[in-house]
């Protein structure tokens, strides 16, 4: 169980619709806990990935680090700790550019669909 977790986002392009890309990593081991895209930014798309993270991980005791209000509120959702937090980003942007690389690269794979991106973003966080 990592003792801190950043959750983030970023807006991606999938052909010339802009996503919503939200991420998730244990700050201490680096580990991408979880990824996925959204349609749109907010309070919904943040407790989707909440959603997500407290099925796979005991998070329980587990200190959040977010960078807008509305992740707070998505936390209070799933009594969650956790607080504003803009310094503790750089292995998380990093991802963010590995990612949006590879978009550049294999969008042709994804057929466009927001669903196929998901599951290539799945495929990615595992390896």
């Known amino acids: 169980m990592p003792s801190r977790v950043k959750v983030n986002e ?3 392009k999938i052909y ?5 890309l ?4 244990a700050t201490e081991s680096k580990l991408l806990l979880e990824v996925n895209v959204h ?21 329980s005791e ?6 807008e209000g509305g992740d707070l509120i998505a936390l209070a959702r799933y009594e969650l700790s956790g607080h504003l937090d803009y310094n503790n ?11 949006t690389m590879r978009i550049d690269r ?13 599951r290539w973003l799945r495929r990615f966080r595992y390896y």
């Open 16 to 20: 010339s619709e802009r996503k919503w």
């Open 106 to 118: 294999f969008h042709l794979y994804w057929r466009g669909s927001q669903s196929s991106a998901r």
């Open 39 to 59: 349609g749109r930014r907010g309070i919904c798309s943040a407790a989707a990935i909440l959603d997500r993270l407290t099925e796979k991980h005991d998070l």
């Open 62 to 67: 587990s200190e959040f680090l977010v960078n």
């Open 10 to 12: 970023t807006q991606i």
């Open 22 to 25: 939200y991420a998730a990593n």
């Open 89 to 99: 980003r750089n292995h998380i942007e990093t991802q963010f550019q590995r990612v």
